[in-house]
């Protein structure tokens, strides 16, 4: 018996932020399974690896610009004859205190990563729901449930995009589109790396937080593991939310904060960052 591929489901995919991290392991399973992938970041120079693939197809895209993401999302669309498969996943981290910061960092982390990620997946759905087919997957976080540290926005952005996926959920049951709420853990990619830190001073409590938060994301799997549990979410064809990492991340925490009172959780998550 052959063994099922996700091109048995969908035969074509646009994956945002595919030039690094978990969208580059991503767009790298979905080949492998026989996609056909259109993968973007703001630089198209910098999926060259990916666009040595005969069936990978480059496009640069921005989130800072809604109206241009938008309009490359519908280009790609056009020359692809429709997605069957769109994952959200583009986005970044800023490190600051939220008082102490200007605004308007906050306020374009948000527009970035909740505005005009809803935007994209706005149109994506538009698409499928026309022809009662398709995966829409955004990449949420963990940080969605367990907040982080001096990263407010993500916190925010990240929790937003889950209730919008939980939302879409009850929409599109019965239309045979599905909406995958996925929400990753720590992984060992570039993302600390590339973190923005706003001007300011940053306190004993700050520098504690980075580095247990640079310690846990280096001790992270790998980004293959989060492709390998999505391959999987995407063969079983169903809405659902897929909380994926470390065992101690993905599993024991949400079921001890489940059960338990907030305030212990809070206390854990004090802990867990060393910003007691």
Same mark, same amino acid.
């Given at each position: 018996m052959t063994a099922a591929r996700v091109s048995d489901l969908h035969r074509t995919a646009?994956?945002? =932020? %595919?030039?690094t991290g978990l969208g580059r392991a991503f767009a790298e399973m979905l080949l492998a399974d026989g996609v056909r992938v259109w993968g973007t970041a703001r630089d198209a120079a910098r999926l060259a690896p990916l666009a040595a693939h005969?069936?990978?197809?480059?496009?640069a895209l921005d989130l800072n610009d809604g109206t241009g993401a938008e309009a490359a999302f519908h280009g790609a669309e056009q020359a692809a004859g429709g997605f069957d498969l769109v @994952?959200?996943? !583009? =986005?970044?981290?800023?490190?600051g205190q939220f008082a102490a910061a200007d605004f308007s960092v906050w306020q374009?982390?948000?527009?970035?990563?909740?505005?005009?990620?809803a935007r994209l997946a706005h149109a994506a759905l538009r698409g499928m729901l026309s022809r009662r087919r398709g995966a829409l997957v955004n990449i949420s976080s963990l940080g969605a449930e367990f907040p982080l540290p001096f990263q407010s926005a993500y916190n925010m952005a990240k929790a937003g995009l889950s209730a919008l996926?939980?939302?879409?959920?009850?929409?599109? +049951?019965?239309t045979g589109v599905i909406v995958l709420d996925v929400r990753p853990g720590d992984y060992r990619t570039e993302f600390? #790396?590339?973190m923005r830190r706003p001007p300011g001073e940053v306190t004993p409590r700050m520098a504690r937080?980075?580095? %247990?938060?640079? *310690?846990?994301?280096? !001790? =992270?799997? +790998?980004?293959?593991? !989060?492709?390998a549990a999505l391959r999987r979410a995407l063969l079983q064809n169903r809405s659902r939310t897929l909380r994926t990492g470390r065992f101690s991340q993905a599993v024991l925490a949400p079921f001890?904060? *489940?059960? #338990?009172?907030?305030?212990?959780? *809070? *206390? @854990?998550q004090a802990a867990y960052f060393n910003v007691t």
């Open positions: 646009f994956v945002t =932020g %595919a030039s005969p069936a990978f197809t480059a496009v @994952i959200n996943n !583009a =986005g970044y981290g800023v490190y374009e982390q948000l527009e970035v990563m909740l505005v005009n990620t996926n939980e939302s879409l959920m009850l929409e599109v +049951a019965g600390e #790396g590339a937080g980075w580095a %247990a938060f640079a *310690r846990m994301m280096q !001790a =992270g799997p +790998a980004p293959a593991h !989060a492709a001890l904060t *489940r059960f #338990g009172p907030l305030a212990l959780k *809070r *206390r @854990i």
